[in-house]
C-alpha cells in the first residue's frame, strides 16, 4: 500500500526516516509531499495514496474525492478540524488523530509565551510574576492536564472548566486543579487563561468579551489552541479599554497585523503556528500515525477513529 505523508509544515528529517522505517519494515511504500504550496500538489499527489498522514494540512471535499484508492487519513496531531469528517466517511475513508502524542509540546508553549508576556517581552520593563497567580484552564484534555502540571511549579493556584469537569469536579483533584461549573465560574477566578478547546461550531468566536470582561483589568489570555475560538472584533475591544490588558496566540489571527500594530508590547502571535514542533512532538505524532496505519490497513485496527 502507498502511505503518503502531506505536509506543508514538514516533520523533522528524523520523523520522517522514523516514520519510513515501519512502512518499509510492514511491506509498505512511502510517498513525500512537503512545503507544497499550490492545493494542485496535493490533489495531484493523493490520487494514488492508499493512506494518508497529515498535520494541519486541509482535507476537504476536493482532496477527498480526487483521493480514489484512499482508505484512511491520521491527522498527526489533537485537532482535526482541519478534515472534512461528512466527506470522508461519505468516501468511506477512515479518520484518525494521534491524541497525546503532541500535547507536551504545546503545554511548555504555553509558559514561554506567558513569561514573555508576564515580563513585558524581556524589555527590562517591571513584569509581573507567575506564582500565586491563578491560572484558568478553558478545556481539560491532555494538554490542560499537563499545563495544570507545569502551572504548579511555578506556584500558581490552577482552575479548570470542562463540560466533564464540570460534571465529576472529582476528576481535578489528581491534577492539583479545582473544578468550575461554566466558563463564566472560571473566568471569575482566573488572572491568566489558557486555550486549550477544539475548534467546532459550539466554540467559534466563544472567547468574547463578555467571558474576557470577567479577568482583572490586567488579564492575560493564552492561545495555543484555534485562531476561530477567538471573537477577534472583542479582543480589540478589551485590549483597546484595558491599556493591561495582553494576549499572545500561537495561531496569527485574521487580524494580525491590526493587533501588532495596536497593542504592541503586550501582544505575541507565533510566525508559524509551532506548538508541536518539537523534535519529541514530531517524533511521537508522526510514529504513532505511521503504526496506526500499518494496524489498520492489516487489522482493521480502529483505535483512535474520530469519523
Ligand atoms: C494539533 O492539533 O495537534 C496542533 O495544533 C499541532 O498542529 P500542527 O501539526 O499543524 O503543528
Known amino acids: 500500500m502507498k502511505i503518503l505523508i502531506a505536509t506543508e509544515k514538514p516533520f523533522s528529517k528524523e520523523a520522517v526516516s522514523g516514520i519510513r522505517e515501519i512502512v518499509e519494515k510492514n511491506g509498505h511504500e512511502l510517498a513525500l509531499l512537503e512545503k507544497y504550496t499550490d492545493k494542485k500538489e496535493l490533489l495531484d499527489a493523493v490520487q494514488t495514496a492508499n493512506a494518508l498522514i497529515i498535520r494541519s494540512d486541509k482535507i476537504d471535499k476536493e482532496v477527498l474525492d480526487a483521493a480514489k484508492e484512499l482508505k484512511i487519513v491520521v491527522r498527526a496531531g489533537a485537532g482535526y478540524d482541519n478534515v ?90 489528581p491534577h492539583g486543579v479545582t473544578a468550575c461549573q461554566n466558563p463564566e ?70 487580524n494580525n497585523a491590526e493587533m501588532a500594530e495596536k497593542f504592541a508590547g503586550r501582544y505575541l502571535a507565533s510566525t508559524k503556528k509551532c506548538g508541536a514542533q518539537t523534535a519529541e512532538a514530531n517524533m511521537n505524532a508522526g510514529l504513532a500515525a505511521a503504526e496506526q496505519i500499518v494496524a489498520f490497513l492489516e487489522s482493521g485496527d480502529e483505535t483512535f477513529k474520530v469519523n
Request: hydrophobic residues 40%; negative net charge; glycine residues 8%.
Open 84 to 173: 472534512d469528517l461528512e466527506a470522508a466517511t461519505a468516501n468511506n475513508v477512515c479518520v484518525m488523530n494521534t491524541p497525546g502524542q503532541n500535547s507536551n509540546a504545546v503545554a511548555e508553549l504555553v509558559f514561554g509565551m506567558l513569561v514573555y508576556l508576564a515580563r513585558n517581552g524581556y524589555t527590562g520593563k517591571a513584569g509581573t510574576e507567575l506564582r500565586g497567580k491563578r491560572l484558568g484552564l478553558h478545556a481539560f484534555g491532555y494538554i490542560g492536564k499537563l499545563v495544570a502540571e507545569i502551572a504548579q511549579g511555578f506556584g500558581m493556584k490552577v482552575f479548570a472548566f470542562s463540560p466533564s469537569l464540570a460534571r465529576d469536579p472529582k476528576l481535578g483533584e
Open 185 to 254: 465560574e472560571l473566568y471569575n477566578n482566573s488572572d491568566i487563561v489558557s486555550l486549550h478547546m477544539p475548534a467546532n461550531a459550539h466554540t467559534k468566536e466563544s472567547i468574547n468579551y463578555e467571558l474576557m470582561s470577567r479577568l482583572p483589568e490586567d488579564g492575560i489570555i493564552i492561545n495555543t489552541a484555534r485562531k476561530e475560538v477567538i471573537h477577534e472584533a472583542d479582543m480589540v475591544k478589551i485590549m483597546t479599554e484595558r491599556p493591561n490588558f495582553k494576549y499572545a496566540t500561537d495561531i496569527p489571527p485574521a
